[in-house]
């Protein structure tokens, strides 16, 4: 099994920076792609950003030019800086990760963290 734990969610003004972290552990044989998801209320879940292991990167329209995702490889972590925040970014952000454990190809996904961008 893999299991991953976000951390770094909190609440900040609009324009501020808040920088997720995900920490994947267990039984890992390899990791793949990881990115981030989020969720606001009322909403469905959408993709915010994504990391190929060797550093391809794609984001949503809503976050690209404001959002940087990054991966190190050697801490099974995938990062998720966060700058010029807006109200419409509160939600629960969730990440994932493609991973083999057990000789199997699987998507996991954490908890998730809560970011709420108020004044």
């Known amino acids: 099994q893999v299991q991953l734990v976000e951390s770094g969610g909190g609440l900040v003004q609009p324009g501020g920076s808040l920088r997720l972290s995900c920490a994947a552990s267990?039984?890992?044989?390899?990791?793949?792609?990881m990115g981030w998801h989020r969720q606001a209320p009322g909403k469905q879940r959408e993709l915010v950003a994504t990391i190929t292991k060797i550093g391809t990167t794609n984001y949503a329209n809503s976050v690209r030019g404001r959002f940087a995702v990054s991966r190190d490889n050697a801490k099974n972590t995938v990062y998720l800086q966060m700058n010029s925040l807006k109200p419409e970014d509160t939600a629960v952000y969730y990440c994932?990760?493609?991973?083999?454990?057990?000789?199997?190809?699987?998507?996991?996904w954490g908890q998730g963290t809560q970011v709420t961008v108020s004044s």
């Open positions: 267990g039984s890992i044989f390899s990791i793949g792609a």
């Open positions: 994932n990760c493609v991973a083999a454990s057990s000789s199997t190809w699987r998507n996991y």
